[in-house]
Every structure is written in C-alpha cells, then in structure tokens.
C-alpha cells in the first residue's frame, strides 16, 4: 500500500443487517484514474458512499485525503461524487444547480456562474445553460451530474457508473474529461460493471466480487485473463444448424451447442479469430445473422473465474 | 460549428468558509418556496385578506372618528363616544388581525414545511447536502428559517399595519404612540408563530419519507388535540381544560394574548404554554437532529 495514497481502506467491511456489502478490504489508491469494476450487487456503490462520507464503515476505517470522511464538511468540499442515482433539483437550471453546489464549496458568489458555464461546456452542455432541468433528457441530465461533480476541482472524483445512459461523442467526451483530471494529480475512482469502459479511462484497475477485493493491478493483464478462459459466443440466425455445419473445420472452434431453435453456440478459447469469421462463413452460406453475443464476456464470467467458480 | 476545447481549467480562486452555507441554503430554499404554485395561492390570498382586513379597520375606524366628532355638541356624549372608539381599536384587533392570518401560515406548513424532509429523503436530496460542506445543522437552518421567513410576513404585515392605523385613527385622542407601540407585541407574536409553526413541522417531516404521511402526522398535531379538548371542553362545560395544553395552537394564542397584555380567557394562563411550546420546537428538531445525524444516506 502506498504512503501517499489518496484513498485508504483498512480492513473495511460493510454490512446491511445480515447482507455483507463489502467485506474485509484492505487497498490504497494513488492519484490518477482507477477503475472500480465488478459486477451488480458486487459493493461498488456502497464503497463509494463510504469513500464519500454519506455512510460509516461497519467495520474497519476509511481515510480519504488522510482523513475520516463521515460527516466531515471541511473534507467534503475536496470531494467530488456524481452517482447513478443522484438527485437533481428539477425546477433549476444547470447553471443554477452547479452554481449552488459551488457556492456550498466557499467560491465567490460572483464566480459561481462562470465556473458553472465552463464546467457545462466542459461536458459540451453550453446549449444546455439555462434550460430547465427537468427538460432535459436522461442522458443530458447524466452529463449535468458529471459537470457538477467536476465544477469545483475537487481533490478527489468518485464517479458511480458515470457513463451510463450517455451517447457515444458525450462518452468520448466523459472519458477525456476524467483521463485529464486524473493526468492533473486528481485521484479519479471510476466504478463500472463494464470492462472495456474502464479500460478506455485507465489501467488501473480494483476488481471487486461478492464484497471482495478479487484482483488489483492492469487492466490489460486482466484482459488477457478473460481472453484465455473458455469462451462461448451466442449466434441468433435463421438457420443455426448449417452455421454450426460452416464452422465446423475452424481450429478455433471446439465444440457446439444449440440453446434454442434459432441459436447456435460456439465454444473457443480464441473469441478474436471467432468473432472475425462468424459473418464471413455466414455470408458464404447465405445466413441471416440477427444477433451476436457473447455470455462470457461479462464481468460475471471474469470473476467467476477469478474465483475459482468457472468451468 | 466550430468546437473549441479549452481542456481541464483548474479552479483557482478563493474558497471561503463553509459558515456562510446557512445562507446558501436558506436563499435557495426561498425560491424554492416562492416556485410551488400551491404556496403562491396561499401568500397571494394571504396577502388579499390581510389588505382587506386593514383596510376594514381603517375604513371603519376612519368613519367612525369623522362620526364622533360630528356626532353631538354634548361634551360627554363625545367623550363617551371617544372611549368606546379607543376601546374598539385596541390590541385586541391587532391580535385578531395575526390570529386571522393563522389559517394561511398553517397551510403554508401543510404543504411546503411538513414534507420538507421528508421530500429531500424520498428525492436522495440528502446525498447531494451531505456529499458537501453541509452539517445538520446547517441544512435544518436553511430548510426552517425560509418557511419562518414567509409564515413571519404573513402576519407581521397585518398586525403592524393594523397597530399603525390604530395609532393614526386615535392621533387626535393622544393614544397615538400608546397604540403605534403595539408594532412591538405584533412583530413578537408573529415571530412566535412563525418559529413554533416552522420548527414544528419542518421537525415533523423528518418522521417519513413518505410525504402524506408526515402532512398528516403535522396536520394532527395541529388539530386533535385541538379537537379532542373542544369537544370535551363542550361535554363538561370546562371541567377539563387543561385538555388545551396538548393543542400548540390554542397555546400559542394563550401566549399571544400575554404578549399583547391581554387576561387569558381561561383559567391556563401564559406560562402554562411554555411547556407545549418548548416540547413542539424542541421535540421536533431533536426528531429531525436524531434521523439527519444517525441515518445513513442509503439511496
């Protein structure tokens, strides 16, 4: 664990009645931009609410900054939370609602507005200055939240699920905006249940798995991880048995099975070399393909066989 | 058009105290306030009524004065006359004139005061607070003090604007300054009102999340007691009043009555509401300060 860690957990357990969160986490994050990853249900979010100070750990300590978070205002203002859930107050404006936030931060009233501005623009929401919140779309208002997160410069960015429900020129946008404010010293954490999200922002990543702490480290090690476990990619076409019958001398392909009537799986430990020749082999054949998916490419797949639990 | 990106601006300037967010809060919630439609029919009519009811103490009171200095040659006529006018534009009108405003202040609580937090805590509001340089403190100041800021408005205009027309009315009489002196009893009361009405339901809202539920755990707070004691109070023909003592309101008027100098009409006086009074304000916020301070912000 580094000294200079931004973030520290020690031996940090929460619990909601007889339900372990997070379980017995012990990590130090350092400035820059760090993915937390896992699946639903996994304690990304309760950590988050820890880290932000909004819950108590049950057990163990958090320190962020070097500090207890819980109910600590002068640390509060150095921390910034957008949450997938958060709450906006509808009957402002953007400008309005981050000027708020800003001015409970201690920036002058008469700086408030512009800083509001530039962090809306910031998310390419310039159009969006002075309209209503609650004529926004879900993916405006997502954008709104991550402005109003990073308005202030805080010392620390805690960003539950920050991408979701936003469009891919926002996503792009999202993601430069965080790989900056990690590149300028800020300590980013990142939670998300998908992985090659995470990989666009950083390398770093904490896997978390049932309330463990399951891995720590690069991205791409634990890319190639998933890589090299069996790997099942479902095809949805018309006629799945002469797909099967298409496929069957690639050397990549190990073996098949048909779920239902108009899917075939094909079972590989080279997803890459599969995925290229599905449409091929289905062009030749004359099959409509009408939908490509992969049951193992999930987080849930990864940790699964982290743990031990995969086949 | 043209996209330029300035990139990552870090913020530079001063960062002031976390003390003045009292303010923050209080000044955002004014609005807030002023922005449900709901609340802006009742200061609207608020306002109305208590413009009618001054101007029906002028208007009355004016013609009354022009009338008695007409009325007759007789001195003791006159005199007796003056005495009766001096009478009727008393402190009790300037009490009746805050105590007419009381329907508005309460549903002024009903709909904003009591789902105060009740509304922030079903919205994840408390999130937003306490992610920030936010304390319990700070944030039930700033919920309380502009529902106290209108409920105080609503009835200090009529009550002063009743005293100084008073004042003016019986200028001629010398009881000028004797009655332009109720300003000070009126704008106590108000404040007494406004602060226990206030305190009481923004306390209550904390109760729920659930915003009809905490409307009618303040709505009953307000009038069963309230009722319970009229009605036995009428059964046994006021062998149980100390039955009032549950009501906040009759014990706030019970004080306001003292406030302006005026006998209690019963055999509770003054300072038997200050236990109801304490118990409404002070009850309420340690609720609030209990469920802010010991639950966790779960979403």
């Known amino acids: ?311 | 058009m043209p996209i330029s990106d300035r990139g990552y601006q870090p913020y530079e300037g001063p960062r002031l105290p976390s003390r003045r967010n009292n303010w923050v809060i209080t000044s955002l919630e004014l609005r807030r306030i002023w922005a449900s439609l709901l609340v802006k029919i009742v200061l609207i009519i608020a306002g109305i009524w208590a413009i009618l009811r001054v101007a029906w103490v002028a208007g009355v009171g004016y013609f009354n004065v022009t009338l008695t200095e007409r009325a007759s040659q007789d001195a003791a006529a006159v005199e007796q006359l003056r005495q009766r006018l001096a009478q009727a534009l008393s402190s009790d009108l300037v009490l009746a004139g805050i105590d007419g405003q009381l329907v508005f202040v309460i549903l002024l609580t009903l709909a904003w005061g009591s789902g105060a937090i009740a509304t922030d805590v079903r919205d994840r509001a408390l999130q937003f607070y306490f992610a920030k340089p936010v304390t319990e403190r700070t944030y039930l100041l700033g919920k309380i003090t502009p529902l106290a800021v209108y409920c105080f408005f609503i009835c200090v205009v009529p009550g002063t604007l009743i005293a100084l027309v008073e004042g003016s009315l019986l200028q001629g009489q010398g009881l000028a300054a004797s009655r332009s002196a109720l300003v000070l009893p009126a704008i106590l009361y108000s404040l007494v009102l406004s602060v226990l009405l206030s305190v009481g339901s923004v306390g209550i809202s904390s109760l729920s999340r659930n915003r009809l539920l905490t409307l009618a755990y303040w709505a009953g707070i307000l009038f069963v007691p309230l009722a319970v004691a009229g009605i036995v109070d009428l059964a046994t023909q006021g062998e149980f009043v100390w039955l009032y003592l549950a009501s906040p309101l009759t014990m706030a008027r019970l004080l306001g009555r003292a406030i302006f100098r005026l006998s209690a009409e019963g055999p509770l006086q003054w300072y038997h509401s200050l236990l109801t009074l304490a118990a409404v304000c002070g009850g309420s916020i340690w609720l609030a300060w209990q469920r802010l301070s010991k639950t966790e912000v779960v979403g």
Request: with cysteine; aromatic share 4%; hydrophobic share 40%.
């Open chain 1, 1 to 311: 664990m580094s000294e200079t860690a931004a973030i520290e957990l020690r031996k940090f357990s929460k619990w909601y009645g007889r339900i372990i969160a997070v379980n017995d986490v012990s990590v130090g994050i350092d400035r820059g931009v760090t993915g937390l990853l896992g699946p639903n249900g996994a304690g990304k979010t309760s950590l988050l609410r820890c880290m932000s100070g909004q819950m108590r750990p049950s057990l163990g300590a958090v320190r962020i900054l070097g500090q207890d978070p819980w109910r600590n205002p002068a640390l509060a203002r150095d921390i910034g939370l957008c949450t997938d859930q958060g709450w906006l107050m509808d009957e402002l404006t953007p400008a309005e609602l981050i000027g708020f936030d800003l001015r409970l931060r201690g920036v002058e009233e008469g700086k408030t507005r512009d800083r509001a501005i530039e962090a809306l623009e910031q998310f390419d929401l310039g159009h969006a200055v002075d309209r209503r919140i609650n004529t926004l779309s879900r993916g405006t208002r997502q954008r709104v939240k991550l402005a109003q997160a990073f308005a202030y410069d805080p010392e620390v960015l805690l960003l539950d699920e920050p991408l979701t429900g936003i469009d891919p020129v926002a996503r792009a946008t999202t993601v430069k905006r965080i790989k900056e404010r990690g590149a300028a010293g800020r300590c980013v954490l990142v939670s998300s249940h998908v992985l090659h999200e995470v990989e666009s922002m950083t390398e770093q990543v904490l896997l978390l798995h049932k309330g463990r702490l399951v891995a720590h480290g690069n991205a791409m090690e634990i890319r190639d991880l998933l890589d090299q476990h069996p790997h099942r990619i479902a095809v949805e076409c018309d006629r799945p048995r002469d797909l099967a019958r298409a496929m069957v001398d690639l050397p990549s392909v190990q073996g098949f099975s048909f779920p239902s009537e108009s899917v075939v799986e094909l079972h590989t430990k080279q997803p890459d070399e599969c995925y290229a020749a599905v449409p091929a082999r289905a062009l030749e054949a004359n099959i409509k393909i009408r939908r490509l998916t992969s049951p193992d490419a999930t987080l849930e797949m990864l940790f699964r066989y982290l743990v031990g639990e995969g086949s």
